[in-house]
């Protein structure tokens, strides 16, 4: 029986995930080892849909959400490129929400996270409605991102 394999991949997914200070350049890494050995032959390469606001309520509560917003609102104002390792002007709670330390800020952190959250919802929507039997989106899960 033959295994029907799917891959999140955009270059857009891979550039969002390659800004991330603590991680930089993995998943350009990741995607060129994959095609490096040919595994992306063996599969479905899937651009992702970008998570919209519904989607990302579908998932995370409306205070996530917000603090999001506003720490996005901070780094924007204050980040003079898309790395930045003082997270000093991050809001206060940030914390609370898993920003900070391992999480640095990013610039448009909006877009990152809707992005991320579009490849992770582009691969549970293939497996669930069965086109897929193996769904692989190496940007997801991320472990900081809350409920």
Same mark, same amino acid.
């Given at each position: 029986?033959?295994?029907? $394999?799917?891959? /999140?991949?955009?270059?857009? %997914?891979?550039?969002?995930?390659? !800004?991330?200070? /603590?991680?930089?350049?993995? @998943?350009?890494?990741?995607?060129?080892? $994959?095609?490096?050995?040919? %595994?992306?032959? !063996?599969? +479905?390469? $899937?651009?992702? !849909?970008?998570?919209? =606001?519904?989607?990302?309520?579908?998932?995370?509560?409306?205070?996530?959400?917000?603090?999001?917003?506003? @720490?996005?609102?901070?780094?924007?104002?204050? @980040?003079?490129?898309? %790395?930045?390792?003082?997270?000093? &002007?991050?809001?206060?709670?940030? @914390?609370?929400?898993?920003? #900070?330390?391992?999480?640095?800020? /990013? !610039?448009?952190?909006?877009?990152?996270?809707?992005? $991320?959250?579009?490849?992770?919802?582009?691969?549970?929507?293939?497996?669930?409605? =069965?086109?897929? &039997? +193996?769904?692989?989106?190496?940007?997801? #899960?991320?472990?900081?991102? =809350?409920?």
């Amino acid at each position: 029986m033959d295994n029907k $394999i799917g891959y /999140i991949f955009s270059p857009e %997914l891979i550039q969002a995930c390659d !800004k991330v200070a /603590i991680v930089q350049k993995r @998943a350009s890494m990741v995607h060129s080892l $994959i095609a490096s050995y040919d %595994l992306h032959k !063996k599969m +479905t390469c $899937i651009s992702p !849909k970008q998570a919209n =606001q519904h989607d990302l309520r579908t998932f995370h509560s409306e205070s996530y959400i917000s603090h999001l917003k506003s @720490a996005d609102d901070s780094t924007i104002a204050n @980040a003079e490129s898309d %790395l930045d390792s003082d997270d000093d &002007d991050l809001p206060e709670d940030s @914390a609370e929400y898993g920003l #900070g330390f391992d999480c640095p800020k /990013i !610039k448009d952190l909006q877009s990152f996270v809707k992005i $991320i959250a579009g490849g992770t919802i582009s691969a549970a929507k293939l497996l669930t409605s =069965q086109t897929y &039997d +193996t769904v692989i989106n190496w940007c997801g #899960g991320w472990h900081h991102a =809350q409920r």
